[in-house]
């Protein structure tokens, strides 16, 4: 990318939603991220991705087998709203 494009500007929409402040960025601007970690430095807002969450390494592990007596529970029976959530995920 040439660095003028990289130093562009773009005007940001600011809003509320709630009791939080909210920005609607241009698609130059996009993160593509579920979600951003924020700071302040000086009169600058930055945003960048936040780093993906992970069990800490060997939390499964530490549970040790499953025992011959348990029985996995059955699947949630299907509902429309919770499987158009899950479908964003």
């Known amino acids: 990318m040439r660095l003028a ?3 562009a500007e773009y005007r940001v929409k600011l809003f509320r939603h709630g009791g939080s402040q909210a920005a609607r960025l241009p698609k130059e601007l996009r993160i ?3 979600e951003a970690v924020g700071f302040r430095k000086g009169d600058l807002v930055i945003l960048r991705p936040a780093p993906v ?8 592990e530490s549970f040790g087998p499953v025992g011959e007596d348990f029985i ?7 509902t429309p709203r919770r499987d158009s959530v899950l479908e964003d995920l």
């Open 53 to 60: 969450r992970a069990w800490p390494k060997g939390y499964w």
């Open 72 to 78: 996995a529970p059955k699947p949630l029976p299907p």
């Open 32 to 34: 593509e991220a579920r």
């Open 5 to 7: 494009k990289r130093l």
